[in-house]
């Protein structure tokens, strides 16, 4: 058995923590937590107390939140080449909070129809939808990959709110945007785990689903 262990939904977060999975390719075994009662269960809650996939747990250690599960795996299988180089450090991390931060709270926002008034910008990370979408795309139209020529862990995240946001209506369709998806869309484990989730969603129970 691995001590490696994935804990998602395939209508969730968890599709990001699976591609990063796919990525370094190292065995894992996958827990299918349902919403309602199963993912608010005290058993569940002693992985993750907020009660919310995805989640890893790996021996004893437990890492909850996608960006960070993704910069957890990429530095401990280092094999796998998706942590950043000490040239890529800046970079890689700029972009992966910007996604974590501004990124998704001004999606969120707008797709709750909050509307931020101009003059109280200031108070929030992201101060405008439009400044939001413009520094992404300088973010992706800079180099090939978002911490340089070369595919990171970072590009896992990142990509992963273009592509939903792209799918969704709720991120641009720019076309520097559609170009950088493309590539990550590609790679045999983007389309490795996508199969798999796509296959546990197919075996799931709507009324368990969400």
């Given at each position: 058995m691995t001590d490696l262990v994935l804990y998602t939904n395939p209508m969730s977060r968890g599709r990001i923590a699976r591609v990063m999975l796919e990525e370094v390719a190292v065995p894992y075994r996958t827990e299918i937590v349902t919403y309602g009662p199963a993912m608010k269960?005290?058993?569940?809650?002693?992985?993750?107390?907020?009660?919310?996939?995805?989640?890893?747990?790996?021996?004893?250690?437990?890492?909850?939140?996608?960006a960070a599960i993704c910069a957890y795996l990429a530095e401990t299988f280092p094999e796998a080449?998706?942590?950043?180089?000490?040239?890529?450090?800046?970079?890689?991390?700029?972009?992966?909070?910007?996604?974590?931060?501004?990124?998704?709270?001004?999606?969120?926002?707008?797709?709750?129809?909050?509307?931020?008034?101009?003059?109280?910008?200031?108070?929030?990370?992201?101060?405008?939808?439009?400044?939001?979408?413009?520094?992404?795309?300088?973010?992706?139209?800079?180099?090939?990959?978002?911490?340089?020529?070369?595919?990171?862990a970072a590009d896992v995240y990142v990509g992963s709110h273009i592509g939903w946001g792209l799918q969704f209506g709720s991120i641009e369709k720019r076309p520097a945007f559609e170009a950088y998806c493309r590539r990550l869309t590609a790679r045999p484990a983007w389309q490795r785990a996508n199969a798999l989730d796509d296959a546990a969603m197919a075996e799931l129970p709507q009324a368990a689903a969400g």
């Open positions: 269960s005290l058993d569940y809650r002693s992985v993750n107390p907020m009660g919310k996939v995805p989640a890893i747990k790996h021996g004893a250690t437990i890492v909850t939140e996608c080449g998706l942590a950043p180089t000490a040239d890529e450090r800046g970079a890689y991390f700029r972009w992966m909070f910007f996604a974590a931060g501004p990124l998704e709270a001004a999606v969120t926002n707008r797709s709750l129809g909050i509307n931020v008034p101009e003059d109280r910008r200031r108070m929030v990370g992201y101060g405008s939808f439009e400044s939001v979408m413009d520094t992404l795309e300088y973010a992706v139209s800079a180099t090939s990959y978002i911490a340089g020529k070369r595919f990171t």
